[in-house]
């Protein structure tokens, strides 16, 4: 990632998420962690982020439940949202997109594609912007 970006990361699994502080923290990015979704909707209130990349499976608060509360949020509305996940079944797809995901990826992840997803979901994230400005 060659642009600053801030990410949040939230995922029940510790290793994934170490795994993400490994594979997406560079010069430029940083990455922090939820380990549930009550966790990430607590920090997500605290500070700023650019983009939150959020399992669906989670204690306390699912990924869903996440999303829906973020989009009900005027400061959280329109921060973008990569639901990574083990799941791909159609159902667990359309509730993603209803609750408001911007984009989808499945486990197991793929470090480097996934980089590149943060990348143009962020283009796009800054061209939305500009045009509702």
């Not at 329109?78 to 639901?83: A, E, G, K, S, Y």
């Not at 799941?87 to 793929?110: C, I, M, N, Q, Y």
Request: proline share 5%; net charge negative.
């Amino acid at each position: 990632l060659d642009e600053p970006v801030r990410l949040l990361f939230a995922d029940d699994d510790p290793i994934l998420r170490e795994f993400a502080l490994v594979h997406l923290s560079t010069a430029n990015a940083s990455v922090e962690t939820a380990g549930d979704g009550l966790e990430a909707w607590s920090v997500l209130r605290q500070r700023p982020f650019d983009l939150l990349l959020l399992d669906l499976e989670m204690p306390n608060l699912d990924g869903f439940a996440v999303l829906e509360r973020m989009r009900s949020d005027p400061n959280l509305r329109d921060m973008p949202v990569i639901v990574v996940t083990g799941r791909e079944d159609v159902s667990a797809v359309d509730r993603a997109f209803t609750a408001g995901a911007t984009s989808f990826v499945v486990k197991p992840l793929h470090w480097r594609l996934l980089s590149y997803q943060i990348r143009f979901v962020m283009r796009a994230h800054r061209v939305e912007t500009s045009l509702r400005q």
